[in-house]
Nanobody
Framework: QVQLVESGGGLVQPGGSLRLSCAASGSIFRINTMNWYRQAPGKQRELVAGIARGGSTNYADSVKGRFTVSRDNAKGTVFLQTVFLQMNSLKPEDTAVYYC?????????WGQGTQVTVSS
């Protein structure tokens, strides 16, 4: 079992920045990738960015150059435990609930989500 807790959402003006965090606990040694998804009202949940245990990253075209996914290397562990999503140059269309998702070989786990609202 893996538990995920997101934090860092909020209200920001267009052009502003936010940093989301996702902290994993439990069987973190099973996590292969950690991903950020988002879901806007009336829309399907979509993949925003992801990071693999080895450090490779991927991004949706809509956020490339504006968002950066990273991991916390301060603890010196090879496992994915805490990941971040730095969001810059935010646009109103980035407004959504952002979810963290951890993928293991046997199951996937979702966090509870954190609201990001971009509005003036």
């Amino acid at each position: 079992q893996v538990q995920l807790v997101e934090s860092g959402g909020g209200l920001v003006q267009p052009g502003g920045s936010l940093r989301l965090s996702c902290a994993a606990s439990g069987s973190i040694f099973r996590i292969n990738t950690m991903n950020w998804y988002r879901q806007a009202p009336g829309k399907q949940r979509e993949l925003v960015a992801g990071i693999a245990r080895g450090g490779s990253t991927n991004y949706a075209d809509s956020v490339k150059g504006r968002f950066t996914v990273s991991r916390d290397n301060a603890k010196g562990t090879v496992f994915l435990q805490t990941v971040f999503l730095q969001m810059n140059s935010l646009k109103p269309e980035d407004t959504a609930v952002y979810y963290c998702y951890a993928d293991t070989t046997s199951a996937g786990y979702w966090g509870q989500g954190t609201q990001v609202t971009v509005s003036s």
